[in-house]
C-alpha cells in the first residue's frame, strides 16, 4: 500500500515495565526501517502513565539498548507521564459534551459481562466520587492495514470502554490517540497484539475529530512453545554484545531475506542494507502463518 502522506512520521512508543526482548526489537526495527526507507521521521515515546507497572530505570535501560543498536530516533524524548494537563483537559472537554460519562461500576460486577452494558450511560452515579470515566462507542470502523489487510469491528461488539481509571490514572486509549495527534503521527507501525486496541483508538480520533493515521500490524514474536515473547512472560532482555545476530533475526522475522554477502557484513552495514531495501509488503499477514508468530526467539543463528 503507498504512503498517503508526503512527510512520513513514525514511533516506537514503549512502556518501561521492562527490558527491551526480542519482540521489542522487531517492532521497533519495523517502524525504524519504515521510516528511514520513506526518508521520514522515527519518534520515541515512553509511555509511563501506568506507574504501578513500571519497572525502575527500565525507561533509560531502554534508551540505551536503542543506542547501541544504533537506531537512533528524531527530535527529544517524548514522555507520557509529562502530559497530565493535556489529558485531564480532554476528559473534561468530553464529560462537558456528554461524549463521556462517570462510571461506578466494579470488576467484580461486570465479571459477567464481556461487554459493557451501559449501567451507567443509562444510570449515572448518583456522586462523581471513586469513579471511573467511559466513552460512548456507536458504528463501525473499518481499517486497510498495510499488512494484515481489511479490517473492520462493530462498536456493539466492544461497548463503551475506560479513558481515565477510578485511581485517576489515564488510560492508554485516551494517551496514545492524543500523542500521536500531538506528534504528528501518520504512520503506525506495532505489534499485532495492539491490532484489537484499534477500532477503541479509532472511535476517540472521530471524537476528537482528530487526524486518522495509516496503521501496519506486524504478527507477534513467539517462544518455542508457541507462547508470546512478552515482559510478562518474563522474554530476556536483548544484549548488545549479539547485536549483529540479533539483527539477522529480526530481519529474517520480517521477510527481508539475507543476502550472502549481507551474512558476513558487520553490524552498521547490515542496517544500512536493510533500509535500502525494505519492503513491507515482505512481511506476512497473520493469516499466512500458522499462529500468527513469525518465529521462534529460540530459533538456531544463522552461523
Not at 81 to 97: A, F
Not at 200 to 218: E, G, T, V
Amino acid at each position: 500500500m503507498p504512503i498517503d502522506s508526503p512527510t512520513y512520521t513514525g514511533r516506537f512508543a514503549p512502556t518501561p515495565s521492562g527490558p527491551l526482548h526480542f519482540g521489542s526489537l522487531v517492532a521497533a526495527l519495523a517502524s525504524y526501517l519504515d521510516a528511514r526507507a520513506h526518508q521520514g521521521r522515527w519518534l520515541l515515546r515512553i509511555e509511563d502513565i501506568d506507574p504501578p507497572r513500571e519497572q525502575p530505570g527500565a525507561a533509560e535501560n531502554i534508551l540505551h539498548t536503542l543506542e547501541a543498536f544504533e537506531l537512533f530516533w528524531d527530535g527529544e524524548v517524548f514522555y507520557q507521564s509529562q502530559q497530565n494537563e493535556r489529558y485531564q483537559t480532554t476528559v473534561n472537554q468530553l464529560l462537558k459534551q456528554g461524549i463521556a460519562y462517570y462510571c461506578h461500576c466494579s470488576r467484580k460486577q461486570l465479571k459477567d459481562h464481556p461487554v459493557y452494558p451501559n449501567w451507567c450511560r443509562v444510570k449515572p452515579p448518583t456522586s462523581n466520587a471513586d469513579c471511573a470515566v467511559r466513552i460512548q462507542t456507536s458504528g463501525a470502523f473499518s481499517i486497510q492495514d498495510r499488512i494484515q489487510g481489511h479490517c473492520h469491528w462493530h462498536m456493539d461488539d466492544l461497548g463503551d470502554f475506560i479513558i481515565q481509571r477510578r485511581d485517576k490514572l489515564f488510560a492508554y486509549q485516551l494517551a496514545v490517540v492524543l500523542d500521536d495527534a500531538e506528534q504528528g503521527i501518520n504512520q503506525i507501525v506495532r505489534g499485532y497484539d495492539i491490532l484489537e486496541s484499534t477500532p477503541r483508538q479509532l472511535q476517540l480520533i472521530q471524537h476528537l475529530d482528530l487526524p486518522q493515521p495509516q496503521y501496519a500490524h506486524i504478527p507477534v514474536i513467539t517462544k518455542s512453545d508457541g507462547q508470546k515473547l512478552s515482559k510478562q512472560n518474563l522474554a530476556p532482555a536483548i544484549d548488545a554484545e549479539e547485536r549483529r545476530r540479533l539483527l539477522q533475526q529480526a530481519l529474517q522475522a520480517l521477510g527481508l531475506p539475507l543476502t550472502q554477502n549481507m551474512l558476513t557484513a558487520d553490524y552498521r552495514e547490515l542496517l544500512q542494507w536493510a533500509i535500502q531495501h525494505w519492503r513491507i509488503s515482505r512481511v506476512k499477514s497473520c493469516a499466512e502463518i500458522p499462529e500468527a508468530s513469525l518465529l521462534s526467539f529460540e530459533r538456531e543463528p544463522f552461523e
